[in-house]
T-cell receptor, first 114, second 118 residues
Framework: EAQVTQNPRYLITVTGKKLTVTCSQNMNHEYMSWYRQDPGLGLRQIYYSMNVEVTDKGDVPEGYKVSRKEKRNFPLILESPSPNQTSLYFC?????????????FGPGTRLLVL | AQTVTQSQPEMSVQEAETVTLSCTYDTSENNYYLFWYKQPPSRQMILVIRQEAYKQQNATENRFSVNFQKAAKSFSLKISDSQLGDTAMYFCAFMKHPSNFGNEKLTFGTGTRLTIIP
């Protein structure tokens, strides 16, 4: 089954404790992206990757890092989480080329930073 | 930069009725895609329907259809014969036509929470 998976689905942590949210897709998609969803703000892009070893900032990158060492994986790293990073996080992937305009989303990761 | 506006934070409708969700956007691009995503209580983001800007014909998917007015930069979603399972948050989203080097991000509106009343 074609899908994007994220782990963990729920996470409670404390300020300053490094964490990683994993994202993996099995559709051989070149493009991957992270979004955060906050009430009243919709979804906003954090980082994106056009392909392996090619990453760039989105609209709200402060406090986050990413890496893309393999095509299928795109982890999101919070090196020193703060309470304002409490949010719902989505990973998405997309093929490139004609007819591949749809982005496929993972199930989301709900993060609470105390 | 693109912006997407959903002016109806919440809506409710009786089961089996028709409801229309509004979306307007602002862009200087001529070629782009528009999407409606559904987010049920499970929080999963589910694609409902998409529209290519260069296609004049409005997209339809079963009970879901759009009214795309390019000149007015309007992209409304109509749900016919609404069902209890349609209860969800609905997001309108914009994407520039992909290029070889550009960011293919989705720009989202703030969402409309739709409740179908039994």
């Amino acid at each position: 089954e074609a899908q994007v998976t994220q782990n963990p689905r729920y996470l409670i942590t404390v300020t300053g404790k490094k964490l990683t949210v994993t994202c993996s897709q099995n559709m051989n998609h070149e493009y991957m992206s992270w979004y955060r969803q906050d009430p009243g703000l919709g979804l906003r892009q954090i980082y994106y990757s056009m392909n392996v070893e090619v990453t760039d900032k989105g609209d709200v990158p402060e406090g986050y890092k990413v890496s893309r060492k393999e095509k299928r994986n795109f982890p999101l790293i919070l090196e020193s989480p703060s309470p304002n990073q409490t949010s719902l996080y989505f990973c998405a992937s997309k093929g490139r080329g004609a007819g591949q305009e749809t982005q496929y989303f993972g199930p989301g990761t709900r993060l609470l930073v105390l | 930069a693109q912006t997407v506006t959903q002016s109806q934070p919440e809506m409710s409708v009786q089961e089996a009725e028709t409801v229309t969700l509004s979306c307007t956007y602002d862009t200087s691009e001529n070629n782009y895609y528009l999407f409606w995503y559904k987010q049920p209580p499970s929080r999963q983001m589910i694609l409902v329907i998409r529209q290519e800007a260069y296609k004049q014909q409005n997209a339809t998917e079963n009970r879901f259809s759009v009214n795309f007015q390019k000149a007015a930069k309007s992209f409304s979603l109509k749900i016919s014969d609404s069902q209890l399972g349609d209860t969800a948050m609905y997001f309108c989203a914009f994407m520039k036509h992909p290029s070889n080097f550009g960011n293919e991000k989705l720009t989202f509106g703030t969402g409309t929470r739709l409740t179908i009343i039994p």
